[in-house]
């Protein structure tokens, strides 16, 4: 992982948001530097949702912060509908940010206590001095209804007379208010309960297709973000790994570590038995030290030497998949053969095989089109199947 | 202390027979009082857990899982009022003091809570912590402690077991602090082990590494364990059987393959709906649970799901159902038209033609998940 480049970006006639190169460094204390987010491009095309999948630390809330200038990133351009939000300051910067609204992760705490909920909503149209009173009021009680609350009866409460879940619908009506073409949604249901979670989940699709919302969706959690992404970026360690239409993404993960994610997912059938050892050993590693070359080496079970010494660059493995990885698990050769050097750490015979095998994948896009629409059954018991015993070994690896 | 004092007693096989009852809970109430009035948390719950069974617990967030669990530990504030049996061997707990506790806590039931970073102390090293039970539950002397404390360290697989013992919590990732807690909940070998959403606060790499922690010391220690969790994904593969709770009562509780094969009460299968599936192609419309759980303060006298419930009756709003039988042994739900019955289709049936938001929701959830 530790994926750099911008093949996966497309033509900047057909995307509302284009970011390059992005880097946020925050300090560490003692003259350290922290690399949160570490040369990260996407885009996102208009009425397109963006899924940002990662363990927490994984710099997806930052890259997504960076994006609203909240706080600005250390170096890298913000493309939106054409301008670098990067190159403006104060009052030019203050009138673009209309366009692009966030919905935090804690309803709750994201709205003022003592404040009523038609205020709330209301404020941002007040700041911009948009319209009459009543066109105010008026447009207050559109975006409360878009949400699923009765104006006349939430207008005038607090937010305390509210459950999560629709704390959560007052924060997305106030980010609907200014009419944004943009809303980057910052784990908007990581702190619902399920049930609720569907319904928050389901409302965003709605209004998404009613005003023709473009979404940045943060999540740590893989089936959510399958449920509402168009195209899905898995982050590791302030990079991107692997970025993908999400039915294809689950279907034959290219990265051993969205593999790995995947396979840690609990499934709520007893039936299906999580297999342990796909899992990934370790923890984070500190984003005050990455490891060299590949940030995702040190956990992988996939790991040789060249991944150490040099960083993947992100490459089109598949028709629309993009992967940072000189191993990945989608080529035109067959994963079980692809599979083996990985299970002999660290020779030079494996390093060879691996090359020669992603050398030979962006040539022959249709050869893996076929085979992942037509079995995505087997595709999931095939990764875990795989990753067994290549996770044995990364495990030994890493005690030594 | 002046009663007892317990050894860590190695695992003697003849002790842990198998589907020897260790807990038996029976109408176990639990209210809380508030300006308001009496919160009944845990209203009339009643189970029992065999000797190295695992029993999920899961719920929305306000069901009363947690409370449950810490009814029977004992840990309860001031405000609560509890009732009913808990008999944990052949001993009742229910009349035991906190000072008889004591004895229990640490030696004979253990637990684990949700957030490692505030379940630590900040200013207290790793070993102290670990050791601090052993001392005071057990004969050992400070080195005995010492060695027990890293061989428990070892044994929840945290690398550098040694240097370890003299950190602080706060240089230890999430993931290696809650290893630190099972340890210290385990180091008097505990018989039942109480874990309080142990993974919530955890990524889910991790979250894998630590179910599988526990799944690991459950089978070398012959435990029986508690899993509380709000993710069915979570207590679906690791369990035995699983109670779901609702508004404060278990509504349905089974063999976990058979409650995820064979639902009967409408909020278990509503759960299992809502849940967005990995399998699903992206986009895949959600069933919802329109509504919200009821005021426990003043529960409705019907079944307390009626008020989101597809399946709804005029039955179900006037007579609370019991917790009957279902066909496969070990199998209860509350429910009056249960899912899979004959009467359960009729009644959604006439909902559907009624046109009740509930029931159509719940259908076209249905249809969204059948189609992909």
Not at chain 1, 326 to 351: I, K, M, T, W
Not at chain 2, 104 to 117: E, L, N, S
Not at chain 2, 280 to 288: G, I, Q
Request: proline content about 8%.
């Amino acid at each position: 992982m530790a994926g750099i480049g911008t093949a996966h970006l497309r033509p900047t006639d057909d995307v509302l948001l284009r970011v390059e190169h992005l880097v946020v460094n925050f300090a560490g204390g003692r003259g350290r530097t922290v690399s949160a987010v570490a040369d990260v491009s996407f885009d996102v095309a208009e009425r397109e949702t963006l899924g940002l999948v990662g363990e927490s630390g994984c710099g997806k809330s930052t890259a997504a912060r960076a994006v609203m200038q909240l706080p600005a990133p250390t170096s890298g351009s913000v493309l939106f509908k054409g301008k670098d939000l990067t190159k403006f300051h104060g009052e030019k910067l203050r009138v673009q940010r209309p366009q692009i609204q966030i919905v935090f992760q804690d309803p709750i705490s994201s709205l003022n206590p003592r404040r009523t909920v038609g205020d709330i909503v209301g404020a941002p149209l007040r700041i911009w001095k948009r319209g009459t009173p009543e066109e105010r009021r008026a447009k207050v009680d559109e975006a409360l209804d878009a949400v699923g609350l009765d104006p006349a009866i939430a207008r005038d409460k607090r937010p305390h007379e509210f459950s999560g879940g629709q704390c959560q619908r007052i924060c997305i009506a106030r980010a609907l208010v200014l009419e944004p073409q943009l809303i980057i949604c910052d784990e908007p249901v990581s702190a619902l309960d399920v049930s609720v979670q569907a319904q928050i989940l389901n409302l965003l699709e709605d209004l998404k297709e009613r005003y023709g919302l473009t979404l940045v969706f943060i999540t740590h959690d893989l089936a959510v973000v399958k449920n509402v992404s168009d195209r899905v970026a898995v982050m590791y360690l302030g990079k991107i790994c692997e970025l993908a239409a999400p039915d294809r993404l689950y279907a034959s993960p290219a990265h051993p570590y969205t593999a790995a994610l995947l396979s840690s997912i609990p499934v709520p059938d007893p039936r299906v038995t999580t297999l342990s050892s796909g899992l990934v050993p370790g923890d984070l590693p500190s984003p005050l030290d990455p490891p060299s070359g590949c940030r995702f080496r040190t956990r992988c079970p996939r790991a040789q030497e060249r991944c150490a010494v040099e960083q993947p660059q992100i490459r089109e493995v598949a028709d629309g998949q993009f992967v940072a990885c000189h191993f990945p698990l989608v080529g035109d050769v067959a994963p079980a053969a692809d599979v083996q050097p990985a299970v002999r750490p660290v020779s030079s015979g494996g390093n060879g095989a691996g090359t020669e095998a992603s050398g030979g994948d962006d040539s022959t896009p249709e050869a893996p089109s076929g085979p992942s629409d037509a079995a995505p059954p087997d595709a999931p018991s095939d990764t875990p199947a795989g990753a067994p015993t290549d996770a044995s070994s990364g495990d030994g690896a890493r005690a030594g | 202390m002046i009663l007892s004092r317990r050894r860590v007693a190695p695992v003697a096989s003849d002790y842990h027979q198998p589907g020897s009852r260790l807990l038996d809970v029976n109408d176990l109430k639990t209210y809380f009082r508030t300006p308001r009035g009496m919160v009944r948390a845990v209203d009339g719950v009643s189970f029992s857990l065999d000797r190295g069974r695992t029993l999920g617990l899961v719920g929305e967030s306000g069901c009363g899982k947690s409370v449950l669990s810490r009814s029977i530990m004992g840990l309860l504030p001031s405000t609560a009022e509890r009732t009913g049996e808990i008999i944990f061997g052949s001993e009742r707990l229910d009349t035991l003091g906190p000072e008889a506790l004591r004895d229990y806590w640490g030696t004979q039931m253990a637990m684990v809570f949700q957030d490692p970073m505030t379940s630590l102390n900040p200013v207290m090293r790793i070993g102290n912590q670990i050791t601090e039970s052993l001392l005071v539950h057990t004969d050992m002397d400070k080195n005995q402690a010492k060695e027990t404390a890293l061989a428990l360290l070892k044994s929840v697989h945290i690398p550098e077991a040694e240097r370890r013992l003299k950190q602080y919590p706060h240089e230890l990732s999430g993931g290696m602090r809650q290893r630190v807690v099972i340890a210290v909940a385990l180091a008097c070998g505990p018989q039942l082990l109480f874990a309080d959403e142990p993974t919530t606060a955890l990524d889910v790499t991790v979250q894998a590494q630590i179910l599988d922690l526990l799944s690991e010391q459950q089978r070398e220690r012959h435990m029986a364990v508690v899993l509380v969790s709000h993710d069915l994904g979570v207590v679906a593969g690791r369990t035995h059987d699983i109670a779901v709770m609702y508004a404060g009562q278990i509504v349905e509780q089974a063999p976990t393959e058979v409650l995820f094969s064979e639902v009967r009460m409408p909020y278990t299968e509503a759960l299992l709906r809502s849940v967005p599936r990995l399998e699903n192609t992206s986009h895949t419309r959600l069933a919802v649970i329109g509504g919200r759980p009821p005021d426990l303060i003043d529960p409705p006298t019907g079944c307390r799901f009626a008020a989101r419930c597809p399946y709804v009756q005029p039955r179900c709003l006037e007579e609370q159902p019991p917790l009957q039988e279902a066909d496969t042994p070990g199998h209860v739900f509350r429910c009056w038209y249960p899912v899979g019955t004959e009467a359960g289709k009729e009644a959604l049936e006439r909902n559907l033609a009624a046109q009740l938001p509930q029931a159509e929701a719940a259908v076209s959830g249905d249809l969204a998940v059948e189609a992909s």
